[in-house]
C-alpha cells in the first residue's frame, strides 16, 4: 500500500518521556540517579556571577588614570558594604575631601589604570533548577544536570508562549467547538491548567490572569489577540520565555479552528490530573512544540507495553486520520483515501505530491502532502 | 588525500550542510568543460537522535552512487583520488563542504566608535559569513552595565573586538575589552572551553588586551582591520574567523572533527562560500552584482560594486520561520499593496501566523500563491535596505572637496550599492528559485529591488552556489565554468526608465532589433505600461530608447540610449511603471493597475 511520511504532533495516551535538566553553567547536581522526584523538586543550582556594576572613579575624583590606584580605599578582590568608600582623594584641607562610594554590595572584581574604571559585582545569585516532571532521575551528568524520565500521557501543541508550569488539568469546554469564555473562568481554576474548546480571546485571556490560572491549552486564537497579550507583534517563531501571567498553549494554529476530537478526548480522559506545561515554540532544525505531560500513577505505568511515539511514526497510510494545515482547508481532519504517487500540478501550477482525502461529511479534496499533518499517537 | 596540486580535477564531490538539508553535487569534467552532472540531498544529521553531520553526508552522496552509478563509497570512507583500481566509474578527485548547520556562525563585534570601527568590524564578520548578534560599541547609548548584561545574555560562538586606528585611542579599546571580561562570556557550544575572541583593533593596545582577555576568553591578536580611518583591512581577521570557526566552533558540533579530515579544502561557513563565487563571479566578468538568498528564516544580500564585496544578513526576514516579521517591520499596507484582491486583515494576519508555525506548507491556490509573493517582495525590499545602508563608503573619512562639489555635498559613508551602475541580479532561495513561472520570479526581484535603466536578472537553478564557492578555492575555472552553465538559470533584462508621468503619458520610443532576421519590434512605452518581448538564453537585442524630456535612461533626462540586451527564459521586460515605482493610491486603481500588468505579461494563470 502506498504510504508516505508526513510528522505530525503527537497525542498519546501512554508513552515514556525523558527530558535532560541542564543548568546554563556548571554547578552541583542535587538529586541522585534512580530516584523520584517531583516537578517542583531543585534537581541542579548553580551560582550566577553577580550583575557587574561600573564606578568610573577617575572622573568623580578629577585624576588621572595611571594614579587611580593611589586613591583607592580598596582593592581588587576586596569585599565592598553599599556606601562604603571605595577611593577617596587626599586634599590638604581634610573638608576637601571627596569619596567615592559603593553603590552596591559586593566586591571589587578589577581597577583599570588605563580608562580609570573600576568594577564591582554583585554577589553571586543562586539558580535552582526543577525537575520540571514527576518521574524518576535517569541519569546524572555531572556538573551539568540529569536526565529525568517518566510513563505519561503526551500531547504536543502546534505553538504557545509562556515556560514551564505545573498544575492540575481542569477540562471546562464540554466541546471541542466550544469557545474558552471569561464567563467560563471561575476563582476555583486558579493555579489550574484550563482546557478549552476552539478559541481563547483577550478578555477570557484577561480574566485567566485575573483568577491565577497557570495554563490554557485551546484550538486556536487571534494574532491580534496575540499581540494584545505580548504588547508586540511577535516575528520569530521562538517563544518559551515571555511573562504573561500563564502558560498558552494552541493545539491547531491562528483563527476559531476545534480542537482535534482525538486530543479533546484524551485531555477530557486526564481531567483533574497534575500536568507538566511547557509553552516553549521553536520552528528550525531542532524543532521544539509546546507539551503538555501528565505522568501516570504507579498502577498504570505499563512501560514494558509502550514505546516512544516517536518510533511508532512509520508513514501515512490511507485510512489514517489527518488534518489539513492550510488554506483553502485549513483546520478540516479526514481520513487518507488516497495517496497517488505522480507529481499532480495543482492551481498554483506547481507540481507537487498530493493526497486524496476524505471529511466526515463524505466530501473529499486533494491536497498537497506538505499541506497536512498526521494525527499521532 | 591527493592534493588539488598533484592531480588535474576530474571529478568532484561537493557539500552544503545546511540546518534542515544537506545537499551534495557532483561535478564532472565533461570534454573540455566542468559540468554539474548529478546531485542528491538527505537530512541533516546533526542533531539527536543521530548527533552526527557525516551520517546525511554520507546519505546525500549515496543518492548521487544511485543516480549516476559512480561508486564513490567504500562503507563510511569518500573514496579518492578516481580511477581506484583502474575503472574511472570509482571515487572522486576530491570532497569539500559548506556548513551553516546548527544555525551557522553567530559572533557579536564590538569597536569605539559605532560608525566607524563598529560598521568595519560588523562588514567584516558579515563577510565572513557570521549572523551577526550584536554590535557594541563605546558611543552605543547603552549603560555599561547594560553592555554588560548583553554580552553575557548572548552567548555567541564567537566575538570580534575591534577598535582605534593604530597610534589611535588604547583607553576606549581596552574599555570594551573590560566590558567583555567582565561579562565573562561562554560559548554558545559546549561548557568545557573558552569563548574564542579575535582581537583586531589599535596595535597599541593589544598588550593591554591581551592582560586583560587572555585568561578568560581563548585570545587571537592579528592586524587591525581599520589601521587608519581612510582604509579598512578586512583579510586578516576574516581568515582568523575561518580559522577558528573550523578550529572552535564547528569542532564542537558533532560528527565534524570527521568531516574536516575527509574534506579536501577548509569546510567554509555556508555565507562565505556564496559571497567569494559572487566575488570571482564579478571580478571576472567586470561586472557590478547583487546577490540575494532567501530562505525561510534569513536572507542575505551580497554585492560586488566596483569590486568591493559586502554581505549583509537580515537574520530576521524570511519566507517562513520570521514570516511574520516581514509583516511587522513592512507593515500591511506594504505587502497588500501587491495583492491584487482584497482580504480581511484578521483573516491574513493569521494566515501568516500559521504559516510562521507550520513553516513546510505550500500554497495551493493562486490567491495564496499570490499572497506569498507579495510578503516575498517585502523581505527582498527590507533586505536590500538593510544592505545599502552598511554597504558604504567608509565613514569618517576627511573628503577633498572642489568648487564643483558647491551644490551637491556628499557625506561620507555614502552606499555603494548604485542601481543605475548594477548590471546582474542573481535571486535564490525556494520562493525565487521554484516559483511556478520564471516570470514571477523575475517580477519578484523587480518590483522589490526596481532595477534602473538596463539590468540583467538570473536566478540559482538548485541552490549550488555554496559548493561552488568552496570550489573556486581550489580550481576557480571549475567553479566559474559550473556557474555559468549550470547554475545560474538567465531570464533576461529588464529595461526601466526613471522618472515619472501622467498615466498613459509617453515614458520613451523604442526599437528593438533582434538577431537572425527576426522582424524589430518598435514602439512607444507609456506611463504605467509594462511589456515583455521573448527573447531567448544566449541570444541578443539591441534596444534603442528615445525618452520623453524628464526620462532618464542613464545618459541623463531627455537623452537617447542604445544597448544590447541579454535574453533569457523570460525575455526582454520594458518596464514604464517609472522609477522610483509608486502603485496607485486607491485600492481599486492598483488592482486594476496589478491585474493590467499581470495580464500584460501573462504572470499568472488565467
Redesign the interface.
Known sequence: MAHTYTPGLTVTPRTVISKKRIL???GAILAEQGKTVASAEVVARAEL?G????VNVVNLLGIL?EDLKDFMVKREGDRVEKDEALAENKPFIKWFKTEVRSPITGSV??V?S??G?V?L?EPPRQLDLSAYLDGTVAEVIP??GIRVETACAFIQG??GVGGETWGELAVIASSPEEVLTADHLMPRHAGKIVVGGSFVGTEAMARAKAVGVRGIVVGGM???D?RALLGY?????ITGTENVGFTLILTE???RIPMARKTFELLRTLNGRKASISGA?Q????VIRPEIIVPLAADEDARGQVSSARQERGGVKVGDPVRV????F?GRIGQVAGLPSDLTV?????R?RVMEIGFPDESTAV??R??I?VIEG | MTSPADKPLRTIVATDCG??TTKAILIEKVGEEYRQTYRGEAP?T??APFEDVTRGVLNAIAEIEELSGRKILDGEKIITPSGAGGDPKVGVDIYISTSS???GLQMMVAGVVQSMTGESAQRCALGAGAIVMDVLASNDGRL??EK??RI?SLRPDMILLSGGTDGGT???V??MA??I????P?PRLG?SYNLPLIYAGNAGARE?VAEILGKKTALTITENLRPVLERENLVPARNKIHDLFLEHVMAQAPGYKKLIAWAGAPIMPTPAAVGLIMETIARKQGINLIGVDIG??TTDVFSVFQGVFNRTVSA?LGM???I??V???SGLDNIMRWVPFSIDE?DL?????????????????????QIEQAIAREALRLALGHHKTLATGLKGVQQERSISDVFEQKGSGETLVDMLKLDLIVGSGGILS?A??RLQSMLMMVDAYEPLGFTELAVDSIFMMPHLGVLSTVNEQAATEVFVRDCMIHLGTCVAPIGQAAWGARVADYTITFPAGRVPESGTLTFGALHLFPLAVGEEATVSLKPARQVDLGAGRGEPVERRARGGVVGLMLDGRGRPLHLPAKDEDRIRALKEWHKALGLY?A
Open positions: 546554563p553553567i556548571p556571577p550583575k557587574v556594576h561600573v588614570p572584581e578589577a583599570s588605563v580608562t574604571q568594577i559585582r556538573g551539568q502546534i505553538f487571534h494574532d491580534k496575540l507583534d511577535l516575528g520569530v517563531a494554529g491562528f483563527g515554540t520552528i528550525r532544525a531542532g494545515i492550510r488554506e483553502p485549513f495543482i492551481p498554483t501550477e506547481s507537487v491536497v498537497p506538505a499541506n499533518e | 540546518s534542515t541533516t546533526v542533531e548547520a546548527g544555525g555599561p552595565h554588560i548584561e553575557r588604547v583607553m576606549h581596552v574599555e573590560e566590558y571580561a567582565a561579562a565573562e561562554r561548557m593591554r525561510g528564516a530576521n517562513s520561520y520570521s511574520s516579521n509583516l511587522a517591520e484578521q494576519r493569521n494566515r501568516i501566523k500559521n504559516k510562521m508555525i507550520r513553516p513546510t506548507t505550500v500554497p495551493q491556490t493562486l490567491d495564496e500563491l521554484h511556478p513561472r494563470p
